[in-house]
């Protein structure tokens, strides 16, 4: 979950209205609706948060619907569109030993964990239809673009600042050219002496 300020945490938006009774999708970016059944706030681009409580809410097809109090129809349901869902950090659950809220991400060094190279720091974090990705930003500025699924990421560790990553096949050599790449010995039949990347380790 990205960061907004100090105290609050952007937990989702408000996006288009569903049906004729109020409801309104949310683009989410927690695993859990608790935070949805508690006590949230609201914002409006820069404006100061208010906040805000549910009359109802419920998954549909993967997302969230909600109905905020005093929400009635799909008219005061488009009102509400674009506004982002805010949780503050005090009201956050403590995560599991091996868990981690993305805000406390932002800003490591990220580091392959095939060769424990650094790659670059972890910038922001975009959500395009719901999909996690994270803006990495190399030493010269470059920008990668990280699909930040739990099979890509090999662990963190929050006192050393670092998180560490497995990126796909490929995936850097679209962002940082060819990588590591042989010089051509002219032997089209030489079999490939590269080796293959080591299991993920848990840290």
């Known amino acids: 979950m990205p960061a907004t300020d100090d105290k609050f945490v952007l937990m989702g938006v408000l996006a288009r209205p569903h049906g004729i009774k109020g409801e309104v999708s949310v683009d989410w970016y927690a695993h859990s609706l608790a935070a949805l059944q508690g006590r949230f706030f609201l914002q409006a681009a820069h404006e100061p948060p208010r906040m805000a409580k549910a009359a109802s809410v419920r998954e549909h097809q993967g997302r969230p619907l909600l109905v905020l109090e005093g929400v009635h129809d799909r008219a005061g349901a488009e009102m509400l569109r674009g506004l982002k869902v805010l949780a503050l950090k005090a009201d956050l659950p403590a995560p599991d030993e091996d868990e ?33 990705v994270w803006s990495i930003l190399t030493q010269d500025g470059t920008e990668v673009l990280f699909p930040a699924v739990p099979e890509f990421i090999a662990g963190f560790d929050l006192e050393q600042g670092e998180v560490f990553i497995c990126p796909p096949a490929g995936l850097l050599d679209i962002y940082l050219g060819e990588l590591d790449e042989e010089p051509d010995d002219g032997d089209d039949d030489a079999p490939d002496q590269g080796k293959p990347s080591p299991a993920p380790k848990v840290r």
Do not use: M, N, Q, R
Not at 106 to 132: M, N, Q, R, Y
């Open 100 to 132: 981690v809220y993305l805000h406390k991400l932002i800003g490591l060094t990220v580091v392959l964990d095939e060769d424990d190279s650094e790659l670059g720091v972890l910038d922001h974090v975009e959500f395009p239809a719901g999909k996690e």
